[in-house]
């Protein structure tokens, strides 16, 4: 059965026990935003209800299993293993069971499609969108353009080079 603590301000830690493995969950929300973290571990089945403590900025969590007690720290939206001595078993509460348990967050919105860009000049640049091609000077670079793309450089020293050459004209460097 999973468990849940709500850490207020839109937090909530869930905790699940899944076979052998103890499955810890951070889920925080806000307007317009969610963000889940979490972390497992192999601690074997709860012999108790989990239990929550806070301790100035974090919350710790405590499970007790037939392999031992294990011990974890929330503080902000880190989850890390935790001193087990750090337990402050007078500030221990039980954690509650789970409402709905923790739901996958729903996949993102694709954006809706930008409005085509009118080509713009600023001095001696001009820029268009479709092909994308920025032109200043004699010098054109350009995406999308198959006449474009023909025109290659040597990463080297920068000459120009042919398609299919093996090695720059200029400095000699291995193009493939």
Same mark, same amino acid.
């Given at each position: 059965?999973?468990?849940?603590?709500?850490?207020?301000?839109?937090?909530?830690?869930?905790?699940?026990? @899944?076979? =052998?493995?103890?499955?810890? $969950?951070?889920?925080?929300?806000?307007?317009? &935003?969610? !963000?889940?973290?979490? %972390?497992?571990?192999?601690?074997?089945?709860?012999?108790?209800?989990?239990?929550?403590?806070?301790?100035?900025? @974090?919350? =710790?969590?405590?499970?007790? $299993?037939?392999?031992?007690?294990?011990?974890? &720290?929330? !503080?902000?939206?880190? %989850?890390?293993?935790?001193?087990?001595?750090?337990?402050?078993?007078?500030?221990?509460?039980?954690?509650?069971?789970?409402?709905?348990?923790?739901?996958?967050?729903?996949?993102?919105?694709?954006?809706?499609?930008?409005?085509?860009?009118?080509?713009?000049?600023?001095?001696?640049?001009?820029?268009?969108?479709?092909?994308?091609?920025?032109?200043?000077?004699?010098?054109?670079?350009?995406?999308?353009?198959?006449?474009?793309?023909?025109?290659?450089?040597?990463?080297?020293?920068?000459?120009?080079?042919?398609?299919?050459?093996?090695?720059?004209?200029?400095?000699?460097?291995?193009?493939?």
């Amino acid at each position: 059965m999973p468990y849940q603590y709500d850490l207020g301000f839109g937090q909530k830690i869930y905790l699940d026990n @899944s076979g =052998l493995t103890t499955v810890i $969950t951070l889920a925080s929300s806000g307007s317009g &935003q969610q !963000q889940q973290s979490g %972390i497992q571990a192999q601690t074997g089945l709860w012999t108790e209800v989990p239990q929550a403590a806070r301790t100035g900025s @974090s919350v =710790l969590l405590r499970c007790v $299993t037939a392999q031992g007690v294990f011990v974890w &720290q929330v !503080q902000g939206t880190e %989850i890390g293993v935790a001193d087990a001595a750090a337990w402050p078993a007078q500030q221990a509460l039980a954690l509650q069971p789970a409402e709905a348990g923790l739901q996958a967050m729903p996949p993102i919105k694709p954006m809706t499609p930008m409005e085509p860009m009118a080509p713009m000049t600023m001095g001696n640049m001009h820029l268009s969108a479709n092909p994308m091609t920025m032109q200043m000077g004699d010098m054109t670079l350009s995406m999308g353009n198959a006449e474009a793309s023909a025109k290659k450089f040597c990463t080297q020293c920068g000459s120009a080079i042919q398609a299919g050459d093996r090695f720059c004209g200029s400095c000699g460097h291995q193009l493939q």
